[in-house]
């Protein structure tokens, strides 16, 4: 008698496994998505299109309203057309395996990201030692009292 487990036992392993069954895909309305693994180059992608806004200065986009990275994703490839082959195709020479090392060899991005880097660099105070002295002097000052 004592080897046979509690209904109540079953039944929560049971709702676990439905559960574990549930998280594996998004849904039926999304037909049946998979969960997709998160390497390092896939996460980086991610990171990219959801920070796309600084990439490009002219283009907008309309607001990322997720706070973290997606679970539920698919990553395709695009199929060139042959009534494309002068007009908008990229060499075979140029085409890289991720998103962020298409962007790394883009001269005109890494151009736009040195100039905006320097930018940044040029508004910061130059002095942050001694800043972060005084902060650190003000802090002590107010828990001194």
């Known amino acids: 008698m004592h080897s046979v ?26 037909f049946d998505m998979p969960k997709m693994e998160l390497t390092d180059d896939v996460k980086r992608d991610l990171e990219v299109l959801h920070m796309r806004n600084a990439l490009d ?7 990322n309203d997720m706070k973290g990275l997606p679970k539920y994703f698919q990553i395709g490839t695009v199929q060139d057309s042959s009534a494309d082959f002068y ?37 910061k105070p130059t002095n942050w030692a001694a800043r972060k002295h005084m902060k650190r002097m003000m802090k002590s000052k107010k828990s001194g009292k």
């Open 5 to 30: 487990p509690a209904y109540a036992e079953h039944k929560r392993q049971l709702q676990k496994q439905r559960q574990q069954e549930r998280d594996k895909t998004k849904g039926k309305n999304w």
């Open 57 to 63: 200065p002219k283009r907008f986009y309309k607001g």
């Open 87 to 123: 007009n908008s195709r990229i060499p075979k020479k140029e085409r890289k395996k991720t998103l962020v090392d298409e962007l790394m060899a883009d001269a005109k991005f890494k151009q736009y990201n040195k100039r905006k880097y320097a930018e940044v660099l040029a508004s």
